[in-house]
């Protein structure tokens, strides 16, 4: 196994505007990567369908406490499940306790090593996608409230966001794309970003994404993963954007300018994490699509990260918005030292 191909990084804080990169766009080349470049932002997509919901509840077309069975009957059924409990903010907050279906043995199989060929260009609805979670029985029942999220009631999962991304179907009587499209793509101007739907490429300029798809050690096989069908992620991960829009997307969410109060306030009103499940430290809180990471004593920073196969992306932002850091690798294997190093060098300059 050799190192990241190549990273891109955008800083925007009092001091400015600070582009960065290093490495190659392709293996084999000497072509710099670009912080011009699209790339998939995988689960930072999760911070766009929350905002998505919200604005709907703002428009009046939805309530967060609206039951999952209300907006999608017999979507989630048998095995235990209990749809008429489970919520909208259970979905967009990890509360729900439904199985993560990106974590069926099956189905990691079919993107594993060579099975990854066979299986690239593979169409999932969210239907399937659902459904392969339910294979599985919850991982826990959901609290009943407003304001679910007690210790060790808490875990992440890409289903969440499939539902949540159909909910938003249901609601809007049209597509994911369109919905996110009008309602953040458009008012603020991130002509980098887009909703994939079936195209399995990438819009230009962009650089190869490569990936060990699940091996490790260093006889790990690099492979070229450009190129899939993004339905194996739907509203939980198949965006594309860029280091400078996403920027955009989490400054102006945080400083209030896409959100009313009443959303605002939902969308920080964040639960424990539970760190143990490998989805960040023990004392991490996560809102609606948003996790509040502590960097360090004193220091704190929102954002999310996202990994699928090829890229790998952070963005993280102060409460405000005015300090924000978005990077990504076009390789997704390897320590996050380096990550945890620039992130602490922007955040926590200040912290005692």
């Given at each position: ?7 891109i990084a955008?800083?925007r804080?009092?001091h ?6 290093a490495?190659?766009q392709?293996?084999g080349s ?11 932002v995988a689960s930072v997509t999760k911070?766009?369908t929350?905002t998505?919901?919200l604005k ?6 939805l ?6 069975a209300?907006?999608l ?8 499940y209990r ?8 979905l967009l ?7 993560d ?5 099956g189905?990691?199989?079919r993107?594993a090593?060579d099975?990854?060929?066979r ?7 969210p239907?399937?996608?659902?459904d392969i979670a ?20 808490w875990?992440y ?5 499939v ?16 919905a ?5 793509i ?25 990936s060990?798809l699940f ?9 070229d ?5 993004p ?8 965006m594309i954007?860029t280091?400078g829009?996403v920027n ?12 009313p ?12 994490v539970?760190?143990?499940k490998g ?6 809180v996560?809102?609606?699509g948003l996790?509040h990471?502590?960097l360090?004593?004193?220091c704190r ?9 090829g890229s790998?992306t ?13 990077m ?13 190093a620039?992130?602490?060098s ?6 005692p």
């Amino acid at each position: 196994m050799r190192g990241t191909p190549g990273v891109i990084a955008q800083v925007r804080d009092r001091h400015g505007v600070w582009n960065g990169r290093a490495g190659v766009q392709k293996l084999g080349s000497e072509r710099k990567r670009s912080t011009h470049e699209r790339f998939r932002v995988a689960s930072v997509t999760k911070t766009f369908t929350a905002t998505v919901l919200l604005k709907l509840e703002a428009e009046g077309k939805l309530s967060l406490d609206d039951s999952v069975a209300k907006w999608l009957p017999g979507v989630v059924r048998g095995n235990g499940y209990r749809p008429g409990h489970i919520t909208v903010r259970h979905l967009l907050n990890h509360t729900s306790g439904i199985f993560d279906y990106n974590m069926d043995a099956g189905f990691r199989a079919r993107y594993a090593g060579d099975e990854f060929d066979r299986n690239r260009y593979a169409r999932w609805s969210p239907r399937e996608l659902v459904d392969i979670a339910l294979a599985h029985p919850p991982n826990f029942q959901p609290e009943q409230g407003s304001r679910p999220g007690r210790p060790g009631r808490w875990d992440y999962s890409d289903t969440n966001y499939v539902l949540a991304g159909m909910v938003v179907e249901k609601a809007t009587g049209g597509s994911y794309a369109h919905a996110v499209e009008r309602l953040v793509i458009r008012p603020l101007r991130l002509r980098g970003t887009s909703v994939p739907g079936t195209a399995p490429g990438l819009p230009s300029p962009h650089a190869r994404h490569y990936s060990t798809l699940f091996e490790d050690g260093p006889q790990a096989k690099v492979r070229d993963v450009t190129e899939f069908s993004p339905t194996v992620a739907f509203s939980a991960g198949q965006m594309i954007s860029t280091v400078g829009d996403v920027n955009t997307f989490l400054s102006s969410l945080l400083a209030g300018d896409l959100l009313p109060p009443a959303q605002q306030r939902q969308l920080l009103d964040a639960v424990p994490v539970d760190g143990d499940k490998g989805h960040g430290g023990p004392q991490d809180v996560y809102g609606l699509g948003l996790r509040h990471f502590k960097l360090a004593e004193g220091c704190r920073a929102w954002g999310h990260g996202g990994m699928i196969p090829g890229s790998a992306t952070r963005t993280l932002a102060s409460a405000d918005g005015r300090q924000v850091m978005t990077m990504n690798r076009n390789g997704d294997w390897g320590e996050q030292r380096l990550e945890d190093a620039a992130v602490a060098s922007e955040f926590c300059r200040s912290a005692p």
